[in-house]
């Protein structure tokens, strides 16, 4: 499955940089992240409840961060695996200074489920992970607001 997309971000792109690379931003913003810890530089391991229709469990997982170029682009590798199935994916993230203290976030990738996770269908996959993305968005723009209340 193919993932594309882009979101504006209310923050300087340093700082969104800097949210890709902190576990509790990066965990809150995964709905269903039971934990994220750092266990190398750029790699996390974690676990995940994750429902997909009548599907859901809890899946084990790496997260990698790699090709990074701060504060412009990066390359997130995931790869879990759980009683219902598996997911790994990939994709490309590009961060644009819009020059107003914004930053325009793109990205691609590929993603492949398999097991019990599969058999519920590519429209609804593609639908969930929407749902998800959109949520992540929003929660890092409540980080990146947060961040400028305190300043």
């Known amino acids: 499955m193919k993932i594309e997309g882009e979101h504006i971000f209310k923050g300087p792109r340093e700082e969104v940089w800097e949210m890709f690379y902190d576990p509790e931003i990066l965990a809150s913003a995964l709905p269903g992240t039971q934990s994220l810890k750092e266990i190398n530089k750029n790699e996390y391991e974690g676990t995940i409840n994750l429902r997909i229709g009548p599907v859901s469990g809890t899946f084990a997982g ?7 170029i701060p504060p412009e682009s990066c390359t997130l590798t995931v790869d879990g695996k759980g009683a219902a199935g598996f997911l790994k994916g990939s994709g ?18 590929d993603v492949a489920v398999g097991g ?12 969930v992970s929407k749902i998800i993305i959109k949520t992540g ?15």
């Open 92 to 109: 490309n993230v590009h961060f644009t200074d819009l020059g107003d203290g914004t930053t325009l976030m793109k990205y691609d990738g």
């Open 62 to 68: 790496n997260l990698k961060i790699t090709n990074d």
């Open 137 to 151: 968005f929003g929660i890092l723009d409540k980080a990146l607001e947060k961040k400028h209340g305190n300043k």
């Open 116 to 127: 019990m996770l599969a058999s519920v269908g590519q429209r609804m996959i593609d639908s």
